[in-house]
């Protein structure tokens, strides 16, 4: 029997674009527009998607990192949307983000030992011995000789720092973690290490996680569930290889059909998008995908397409699957 | 094999960085070469040297710290590297033209896109300023700008990444040149827009006929783009074959580890960890002695850790530099 871990119902996150001579809200970026989702307890959901399509800010409105415009989220079945920072601290622990950038995400000054220790200290846990021993523990779990506690971030690799970023995240023993985007900064060759090394204490750890990437071979390999956005929107959601092998909506198609391949005999039949994303400043009336889809229709321009199920676990929000 | 005519040769190019902290052999010892037409890869991870080559070929290596300090670089027959500096002027942006990762670091963002379209163009042709224009506007219909009147007078952060990338690669192709060299130029790119630019620069390629030597770290994008691939590490070209060659049988066991390593967007999810390369890249101010892949390759010997390799052809037209090279 799985539980659900967590739940976004209706999360909107909305960041206002000041202007004028009183610096008043003349409009807003629509980061993330009323998306829905859950993870279940150890699994892992991907949500992916280009640039200013939101998913960033989705995960960080979930971890309330950032204040939420409007819309629920649910933690193990308690509703933590509109909770003190004080009243979150106790929940905190149980749910860590791990950063992109191994350069900018680590403190330059401080030793990677009390880097990785701080967690504990910011909640009190365990004595100094402990928490000595703790670090110990984690440094090597991850991978990190446990003697280069004293080292500073400067003389670790971007694949070791995104190690320290682990034992970071990890040291309290969350049951949540957010990645978002752990590998994209990293060489080739490292970025399997690092795959390994998630995956690994994934299932050692019984960890839940949120991976956020635009890399969907990575994707396929690493997520249970995956959930496209465009835009501020999740336009499909599914299992992973529903996902992939039947996708649904025309922007999953498109973006599927985009990834290059590393096999020179396989030739793809590919969609082609024309021009660019739109501002989330001023999104397209309707379905906001509609100005680059293939197949828009005129209802797509005066009505937002609704989220529909069509298989079991496979949510698609397209005109497509309720005009035919 | 290919009975195309050799357009550019590169010999032993070494290419070194003495800085303060010691000497970087960034490029030691690559051999490239590059006919009329073809489209070759040159793959490697950050440090390889991958663009230092790039860098080496228009000599626009920084002095000091950097300096060529050996090799050739025959173009149209011809050592560049004997070439003065007002000599390589008239070739770079001309004959060879290069396109970078960020476009808006490589468009200057206090000119219109169509001033400095034009300004390469009248410093490389000799045509007036009204025909110019018209060229700039008919480079950025080529390159599929909507609107090119309207976009001449727009300025760089006007336009999106992707459009940005385009007006680069308008310029570049603006003199008609042999050779394109494109160093990571849609790694900054989202997918969608990557196979647009892609898209759009194999079709210019079959249209305009010119050589295009894409350097990256995907081997995806080689994959589908290039007809040869160079495979570099430390410095060093490891190994080099048809594109074909090096997916189906890569001899050489970094290519190989590199290929198993990455995850296959078309495989099914499975719990198996990825055959990961063990370690990283060494300092460019430590190389290990002997073979400089040793200290991570599962096939290192003696042998490996005291003598370097040499490239050696291991079947036609595929070059593997190992002792110990893996039968596939």
Partial sequence: MTTRLVEVQQLKKWFPVKGGVFAKTVASVKAVDEVSFFIDQGETLSLVGESGSGKTTAGRTMLKLLRPTSGKIIYKGKDITNLTPNQMRPLRRNMQIMFQDPYGSLNPRMPVGDIIQEPLDVHGIGTRKERKQAVATMMETVGLRPEYEKRYPHEFSGGQRQRIGVARALIINPELLVLDEPISALDVSIQSQIINLLQELQQRLSLTYLFIAHDLAVVRHMSDRVAVMYLGKIVETADNDELFDHPLHPYTQALLSAVPVPDPDVKRERIILQGDVPSPVNPPSGCHFRTRCPYAMPICKDQEPLVIEVAPGHTVACHLLTQK | ?328
């Fill in chain 2, 1 to 328: 094999m290919d009975n195309r005519e050799i357009l550019v040769d590169i010999k032993n190019l070494r290419t070194f960085f003495y800085t303060e902290d010691g000497v970087v052999p960034a490029v030691d010892g690559i051999d490239l070469t590059i006919h009329r037409g073809e489209v070759v890869g040159l793959v490697g991870e950050s440090g390889c040297g991958k663009s230092v080559t790039a860098l080496s070929i228009i000599r626009l290596i920084p002095n000091p710290p950097g300096k060529i300090i050996g090799g050739e670089i025959f173009f149209h027959g011809e050592d560049l590297l004997k070439k003065n500096a007002e000599e390589m002027r008239m070739i770079r942006g001309d004959k060879i033209s290069m396109i970078f990762q960020e476009p808006m670091t490589s468009l200057n963002p206090v000119y219109t896109i169509g001033d400095q379209i034009s300004e390469a163009i009248t410093l490389h042709q000799k045509i007036d300023a009204v025909e110019a224009k018209k060229r700039t506007i008919e480079m950025l219909h080529l390159v599929g700008i909507p609107e090119p009147e309207r976009r001449f007078s727009q300025y760089p952060h006007e336009m999106s990444g992707g459009m940005r990338q385009r007006v680069m690669i308008a310029m570049a192709l603006s003199s008609n040149p042999d050779l394109l060299i494109s160093d990571e130029a849609t790694t900054a790119l989202d997918v969608t827009i990557q196979a647009q630019i892609l898209d759009l620069m194999r079709g210019l390629q079959k249209k305009l006929g010119m050589a295009i030597l894409i350097i990256t770290h995907n081997l995806a994008v080689v994959a589908e783009m290039a007809e040869t691939i160079s495979i570099a590490y430390a410095g060093k070209i490891v190994e080099s074959a048809s594109a074909r060659e090096i997916f189906k049988s890569p001899h050489h066991p970094y290519t190989y580890g590199l290929l198993q390593s990455i995850p296959k967007f078309t495989e099914k999810k499975t719990n198996e960890p990825l055959p990961a390369i063990e370690g990283m890249v060494p300092s460019p101010y430590h190389m290990p002695k002997g073979c400089r892949f040793n200290p991570r390759c599962p096939f290192a010997t003696e042998k490996c850790r005291e003598e370097e390799p040499e490239i050696l052809e291991f079947s036609p037209g595929h070059l593997v530099r190992c002792f110990h090279p893996i039968e596939s």
